[in-house]
């Protein structure tokens, strides 16, 4: 005998609800792909993705893998997608650094400097990116010289063309300096895994840094040097109009990078602040009163707590950088954005499949760093009661 | 070994160096060998930029003219002069010119119902609440779009500047609020399906840029509806918008459910309150006090991402400004430098105040929350 | 280590807080082995007194000689006097992120440079002498408050110092974990360790403390041996902050 009509029943509503959800979002998905189909068949458009073996039939400026006019939309598609990852690569460093830099002077007892980083952090935080990007393009970029007259520092050339170092090219040999150098960094792990080992036995480490610092330079030097100097380098020679040869970074790349890092750089300084405001003044104190020194007390007691506080914000903060290299569009330099959901969009008209290829790249990108993130934060926790 | 003390001594002043200006000076800027050399750093960053960033725009400028022929001088700081001429097209977009006051109109109506919301002890704050989120953007459209009431109508495409950057942040908040509280309540579901629908459209919508979205929005839209619905360009990207901007407000959202003690829950069932009963009268309340610097904070993003529409096509304060270098009428060299300083003004200005105004906020929200 | 010296000597002592004169012409002498209980209103400077014993607040008059160094502006020297004074906070201060036995072999491996063996087999003893070796391998954040300060008390103790300062140890304890801190400390009294107790246990006071010394707006006031000192107080201010703090 029922104490209570079954549509009352909590479990029999929640299925129902539940039922009712998935009929809803299937059926809206349903009208939406026939109209979609509909409209597409109307519009003579081809649908597939057999679009990324015809070729593409344009140039792309900046390529890092080989790439011509008559490759096909797959490899433009990898162009762009290389081309995106190293403008997020180079960003995330230089904000990084920036931003560790900014968020420590931030905290700095000297009040000049505490202040200059507070504007700075305000400053470039309440701009918007887009903003930050096209000044740097338009007002400054394009106000450099002409390749002619390029302002030189070093052997950088810096012109409205962009920016152009000395390539270098090895020759036969020079696999052994690259050898060289590996080879010294195993030798820096070994050093330290032979110090930790001695000081756990005998309260005495070995010194480290200078070593390290010995093999790291030292040894490909010497390397080089023994197998006749196997380098050279092409530098950019002024051909007509234009100079050839050489590595060139595009005022696009320099405009984006500058921004990005600029912009990004404000949020993680705000992130590094707070991280090491987060340790408490009394582990300071606590690991003074025991007689530790100021750099032991900053590497063995603030830092591992600062950190844990910090990466997970900052994680965060490395993606929305990845993110945003899609204004680039805004500026042509190529990338995803630009290229693909750009040009390769409007000569195919298939927008469905390339925007779906798009934004699956950047959802992947996003729950790639998600689940590191939550692996990294599970493994650190601070474990409590 | 005893003591006893007879008469209190009396406080004396500290040793003269570390007191007044000069203390201040030496213990803040000159304290130690590496502190001076920073503060002379510091000195020279300040020494750098500041002269001349006040010789470009203040003392140089350019501040009236009606042509490029005035910001051409030699020497020519920043031109105001463009500033000013463009100004109203800066502000309105296209707007027809005679129906301007519908803009002005609304956006004081806008301030006045938010400035009113900002005062701690307003009565009927709720009453005002949802005037603002229910009434004022039926008002608002009507008077911006007009064709009835005797209002003439102001197509869409002509709307542009400042008008268009809040209208589009504005209603992205505005729409996104609903969908988020909606997303946050079946993401902390007990329902699978609910939260795994929740999450997946969260997921989706955080882990893709707003560009592939605004693309998306003004490409694919047209797509999915049945052939021949005229649709308004202005109306696709704020469709775009919201999705988006819903996810973000639906962390937020979920960031305050959580706050709330599990205590709270419990009462509420014990009352005999049902699952919207609880949430609309007891949960909700609380949490959405909660939440508001962060809905500030996503207005602030939000804020700033409407300069984005630019790359669809649409003219927002961004946008128009960025157009108008083209002029030929005022092509300078400073032209382009001058919009842009102008523009990042504006923009610091609005954005800087809310998030102070959300900081305080969030000081007093902690404040009450803080044992005494 | 001159086994005839004085543990602590200050003469003098006046230091302040910007304009705010915090520690008027402290005069403060301690033996080794002397048991020390420094008791006052907040606001007093007891804690800033003992604070400048190791240096983590600075003076700017007077002269703090420690085990016969004298504490200035020396880093060496602060480093020398903090290895030989061990210190306990009012707040505990574990390190969250290492385990309890690593909280007390940190010090030991960095500042003495004891081998890894050598510095976990002293903390054991430590841990078990203040009946927490069992804990060895928690965190602190699964300890309860008493459990904590333990091992605070141990972590201090594995530098093996001459002289042990403690901060109101006992005041941000819930009641029935008071009394096996201050069973550690009156044990450790008994072994004849120095000791400076800012405290308001005042019959820890009278059980274990050689002299009682009242501090209040920055000075001392009165001090005397502990019968004296509660049986017969002489200053005004003294009686009245006895009968304060000793009726309820």
Same mark, same amino acid.
């Given at each position: 005998?029922r104490?209570?009509?079954?549509?009352?029943?909590?479990? @029999?509503?929640?299925?129902?609800?539940?039922?009712?959800?998935?009929?809803?979002?299937?059926?809206?998905?349903?009208i @939406?792909?026939?109209?979609?189909?509909?409209?597409?068949?109307?519009?003579?458009?081809?649908?597939?993705?057999?679009?990324?073996?015809?070729t593409?039939?344009f140039g792309i =400026?900046?390529?890092?893998?080989?790439?011509?006019?008559?490759? =096909?939309?797959g490899?433009?598609?990898?162009?762009?997608?290389?081309?995106?990852?190293?403008?997020?690569?180079?960003?995330?460093?230089?904000?990084?650094?920036?931003?560790?830099?900014?968020?420590?002077?931030?905290?700095?007892?000297?009040?000049?400097?505490?202040?200059? #980083?507070?504007?700075?952090?305000?400053?470039?935080?309440?701009?918007?990116?887009?903003?930050?990007?096209?000044?740097?393009?338009?007002?400054?970029?394009?106000n450099?010289?002409?390749?002619?007259? =390029?302002?030189? @520092?070093?052997?950088?050339?810096?012109?409205n063309?962009?920016?152009?170092?000395?390539?270098?090219?090895?020759e036969?040999?020079?696999?052994?300096?690259?050898?060289?150098?590996? /080879?010294?960094?195993?030798?820096?792990?070994?050093?330290?895994?032979?110090?930790?080992?001695?000081?756990?036995?005998?309260?005495?480490?070995?010194?480290?840094?200078?070593?390290?610092?010995?093999?790291?330079?030292?040894?490909?030097?010497?390397?080089?040097?023994l197998?006749?100097?196997?380098?050279?380098?092409?530098?950019?020679?002024?051909?007509?109009?234009?100079?050839?040869?050489?590595?060139? #970074?595009?005022?696009?790349?320099?405009a984006?990078?500058?921004?990005?890092?600029?912009?990004?750089?404000?949020?993680?300084a705000?992130?590094?602040?707070?991280?090491?405001?987060?340790?408490s003044?009394?582990?300071s104190e606590?690991?003074?009163?025991?007689?530790?020194?100021?750099?032991?007390?900053?590497?063995?007691?603030?830092i591992?707590?600062?950190?844990?506080?910090?990466?997970?914000?900052?994680?965060?903060?490395?993606?929305?950088?990845?993110?945003?290299?899609?204004l680039?569009?805004?500026?042509?330099?190529p990338?995803?954005?630009?290229?693909?959901a750009?040009?390769?969009?409007?000569?195919?008209?298939?927008a /469905?499949?390339?925007?779906t290829?798009?934004?699956?790249?950047?959802l992947?990108?996003?729950l790639?760093?998600? #689940?590191?993130?939550?692996?990294?934060?599970?493994?650190?926790?601070?474990?409590?009661? | 070994?005893?003591?006893?003390?007879?008469?209190?001594?009396?406080?004396?002043?500290?040793?003269?160096?570390n007191?007044?200006?000069?203390?201040?000076?030496?213990?803040?800027?000159?304290?130690?060998?590496?502190?001076?050399?920073?503060?002379?750093?510091?000195?020279?960053?300040?020494?750098?930029?500041?002269?001349?960033?006040?010789?470009?725009a203040?003392?140089?400028?350019?501040?009236?003219?009606?042509?490029?022929?005035?910001?051409?001088v030699?020497?020519?700081?920043?031109?105001?002069?463009?500033?000013?001429?463009?100004?109203?097209?800066?502000?309105?977009?296209?707007?027809?010119?005679?129906?301007r006051?519908?803009?002005?109109?609304?956006?004081?109506?806008?301030?006045?119902?938010?400035?009113?919301?900002?005062?701690?002890?307003?009565p009927?704050?709720?009453?005002?609440?949802?005037?603002?989120l229910?009434?004022?953007p039926?008002?608002?459209?009507?008077?911006?779009?007009?064709?009835?009431?005797?209002?003439?109508?102001?197509?869409?495409?002509?709307?542009?500047?400042?008008?268009?950057?809040?209208?589009?942040?504005?209603?992205?908040?505005?729409?996104?609020?609903?969908l988020?509280?909606?997303?946050?309540?079946?993401?902390?579901?007990?329902?699978?399906?609910?939260?795994?629908?929740?999450?997946?459209?969260?997921e989706?919508?955080r882990?893709?840029?707003?560009?592939?979205?605004?693309?998306?929005a003004?490409v694919?839209?047209?797509?999915?509806?049945?052939?021949?619905?005229?649709?308004?360009?202005?109306?696709?990207v704020?469709?775009?918008?919201?999705?988006?901007?819903?996810?973000?407000?639906?962390?937020?959202?979920?960031?305050?459910?959580?706050?709330?003690?599990?205590?709270?829950?419990?009462?509420?069932?014990?009352?005999?309150?049902?699952?919207?009963?609880a949430?609309?009268?007891?949960?909700?309340?609380q949490?959405?006090?909660?939440?508001?610097?962060?809905?500030?904070?996503?207005?602030?993003?939000?804020?700033?991402?409407?300069?984005?529409?630019?790359?669809?096509?649409?003219?927002?304060?961004?946008?128009?400004?960025q157009?108008?270098?083209?002029?030929?009428?005022?092509?300078?060299?400073?032209?382009?430098?001058?919009?842009?300083?102008?523009?990042?003004?504006?923009?610091?200005?609005?954005?800087?105040?809310?998030?102070?105004?959300?900081?305080?906020?969030?000081?007093?929200?902690?404040?009450?929350?803080r044992?005494? | 280590?001159?086994?005839?010296?004085?543990?602590?000597?200050?003469?003098?002592?006046?230091?302040?807080?910007?304009?705010?004169?915090?520690l008027?012409?402290?005069?403060?002498?301690?033996?080794?082995?002397?048991?020390?209980?420094?008791?006052?209103?907040?606001?007093?400077?007891?804690?800033?007194?003992?604070?400048?014993?190791?240096?983590?607040?600075?003076?700017?008059?007077g002269?703090?000689?420690?085990?016969?160094?004298?504490?200035?502006?020396?880093?060496k020297?602060?480093?020398e006097?903090?290895?030989?004074?061990?210190?306990?906070?009012?707040?505990?201060?574990?390190?969250?992120?290492?385990?309890?036995?690593?909280n007390?072999?940190?010090?030991?491996?960095?500042?003495?440079?004891?081998?890894?063996?050598?510095?976990?087999?002293?903390?054991?003893?430590?841990?078990?002498?203040?009946?927490i070796?069992?804990?060895a391998?928690?965190?602190?954040?699964?300890?309860s408050?008493?459990?904590?300060?333990?091992?605070?008390?141990?972590?201090a103790l594995?530098?093996?110092?001459?002289?042990?300062?403690?901060?109101?140890?006992?005041?941000?304890?819930?009641?029935?974990?008071?009394?096996?801190?201050?069973?550690?400390?009156?044990?450790?009294?008994?072994?004849?360790?120095?000791?400076?107790?800012?405290?308001?246990?005042?019959?820890?006071?009278?059980?274990?403390?050689?002299?009682?010394?009242?501090?209040?707006?920055?000075?001392?006031?009165?001090?005397?041996?502990?019968?004296?000192?509660?049986?017969n107080?002489?200053?005004?201010?003294t009686?009245?902050?006895?009968?304060?703090?000793?009726?309820?």
């Open positions: 005998m104490t209570q009509a079954f549509w009352n029943d909590p479990r @029999i509503r929640a299925w129902f609800f539940q039922i009712l959800a998935v009929l809803v979002v299937g059926g809206f998905i349903a @939406i792909v026939t109209n979609t189909v509909d409209n597409l068949n109307a519009l003579n458009v081809a649908s597939g993705f057999g679009f990324l073996q015809h593409a039939g =400026s900046q390529t890092l893998i080989e790439y011509s006019e008559s490759s =096909s939309y490899r433009a598609f990898l162009v762009a997608l290389l081309n995106t990852l190293l403008v997020a690569g180079i960003g995330i460093f230089f904000a990084t650094v920036v931003g560790f830099l900014v968020g420590i002077a931030r905290l700095s007892p000297n009040w000049l400097v505490a202040r200059l #980083a507070t504007v700075y952090i305000e400053t470039f935080r309440n701009i918007p990116l887009l903003l930050q990007i096209l000044f740097w393009y338009t007002a400054v970029l394009s450099l010289p002409a390749p002619r007259n =390029s302002l030189e @520092i070093g052997s950088l050339l810096m012109n063309r962009g920016l152009y170092l000395p390539a270098p090219v090895g036969p040999g020079f696999g052994f300096v690259v050898a060289a150098f590996f /080879i010294a960094l195993l030798g820096i792990v070994f050093l330290r895994h032979w110090s930790q080992r001695r000081r756990i036995a005998t309260g005495r480490g070995l010194p480290i840094m200078w070593p390290s610092l010995g093999l790291l330079f030292g040894l490909p030097l010497i390397t080089f040097w197998a006749g100097a196997p380098l050279h380098f092409e530098v950019p020679e002024l051909r007509g109009f234009n100079f050839v040869g050489g590595l060139r #970074a595009i005022p696009e790349l320099l984006l990078v500058l921004a990005l890092s600029i912009y990004t750089a404000a949020f993680i705000e992130i590094v602040r707070s991280g090491i405001q987060a340790v003044w009394g582990q606590a690991a003074q009163a025991l007689g530790l020194r100021r750099t032991q007390i900053l590497r063995l007691v603030v591992p707590q600062a950190l844990r506080v910090i990466i997970p914000p900052l994680t965060s903060q490395y993606l929305n950088l990845t993110k945003n290299s899609s680039a569009a805004a500026l042509a330099y990338e995803l954005a630009s290229v693909f750009g040009t390769v969009l409007n000569q195919t008209g298939q /469905i499949e390339v925007l290829i798009t934004m699956a790249v950047y992947g990108l996003s790639l760093t998600s #689940a590191a993130m939550n692996f990294y934060n599970s493994r650190i926790a601070l474990v409590e009661r | 070994m005893s003591f006893v003390r007879d008469t209190y001594l009396v406080e004396t002043p500290p040793p003269g160096m007191v007044g200006v000069l203390g201040w000076l030496r213990g803040n800027l000159f304290s130690s060998a590496s502190n001076t050399l920073l503060t002379l750093f510091g000195m020279y960053v300040l020494w750098t930029v500041v002269p001349p960033l006040i010789e470009w203040l003392l140089d400028a350019v501040w009236q003219g009606s042509g490029r022929e005035a910001c051409l030699e020497g020519a700081g920043a031109c105001w002069a463009f500033v000013a001429a463009k100004f109203g097209q800066f502000i309105y977009g296209t707007y027809t010119f005679e129906e006051w519908r803009v002005d109109l609304a956006f004081l109506a806008g301030a006045l119902t938010v400035g009113l919301l900002m005062i701690e002890r307003m009927g704050r709720r009453y005002i609440a949802v005037f603002g229910l009434i004022y039926v008002i608002a459209y009507i008077l911006l779009t007009g064709g009835m009431f005797g209002l003439p109508e102001v197509e869409t495409t002509l709307w542009g500047g400042l008008l268009l950057t809040f209208v589009v942040a504005s209603v992205g908040i505005v729409v996104s609020f609903p988020g509280i909606v997303l946050a309540l079946g993401r902390r579901s007990q329902m699978p399906v609910m939260r795994v629908l929740s999450v997946i459209y969260i989706a919508w882990g893709v840029p707003l560009i592939t979205v605004l693309f998306m003004s694919m839209l047209p797509l999915f509806l049945p052939a021949g619905t005229n649709f308004d360009k202005l109306l696709r704020l469709i775009g918008v919201a999705l988006f901007s819903s996810a973000y407000m639906a962390e937020v959202v979920r960031g305050g459910l959580q706050a709330i003690p599990r205590g709270q829950y419990e009462a509420a069932s014990a009352l005999g309150l049902g699952f919207w009963q949430n609309l009268l007891i949960i909700m309340p949490a959405l006090r909660l939440v508001i610097p962060g809905i500030v904070n996503t207005f602030i993003g939000l804020f700033k991402d409407t300069t984005l529409v630019m790359i669809v096509g649409l003219f927002d304060f961004l946008g128009s400004i157009v108008n270098f083209s002029d030929a009428n005022w092509a300078t060299p400073q032209t382009a430098a001058t919009g842009y300083a102008f523009a990042a003004l504006v923009y610091w200005i609005i954005c800087y105040s809310m998030s102070r105004y959300s900081m305080r906020l969030e000081a007093r929200l902690n404040e009450g929350t044992r005494a | 280590m001159n086994e005839d010296s004085m543990a602590i000597e200050i003469t003098g002592l006046n230091k302040w807080y910007g304009a705010f004169h915090a008027k012409e402290i005069d403060l002498t301690v033996r080794r082995g002397d048991r020390i209980v420094i008791c006052g209103p907040s606001g007093s400077g007891k804690s800033t007194l003992i604070r400048c014993i190791n240096r983590l607040e600075e003076h700017q008059q002269r703090i000689v420690v085990n016969g160094i004298e504490l200035n502006n020396d880093l020297r602060i480093d006097v903090r290895a030989e004074v061990g210190m306990v906070f009012q707040s505990f201060n574990l390190f969250p992120h290492l385990t309890i036995l690593e007390c072999t940190l010090a030991p491996i960095w500042v003495r440079k004891l081998p890894k063996a050598q510095a976990h087999e002293m903390a054991m003893s430590y841990l078990a002498r203040v009946q070796a069992d804990q391998d928690k965190f602190p954040g699964q300890l408050g008493g459990q904590q300060q333990r091992v605070a008390i141990a972590r594995c530098m093996n110092p001459e002289i042990m300062l403690f901060d109101e140890p006992t005041s941000s304890l819930d009641p029935e974990m008071i009394k096996e801190v201050l069973d550690v400390m009156i044990t450790l009294a008994g072994e004849g360790m120095t000791m400076l107790c800012v405290t308001h246990e005042m019959g820890f006071a009278r059980t274990v403390a050689d002299r009682v010394i009242f501090m209040d707006e920055g000075q001392i006031v009165e001090e005397n041996a502990p019968e004296e000192f509660f049986n107080p002489q200053h005004p201010r009686q009245e902050f006895l009968s304060q703090i000793l009726s309820h």
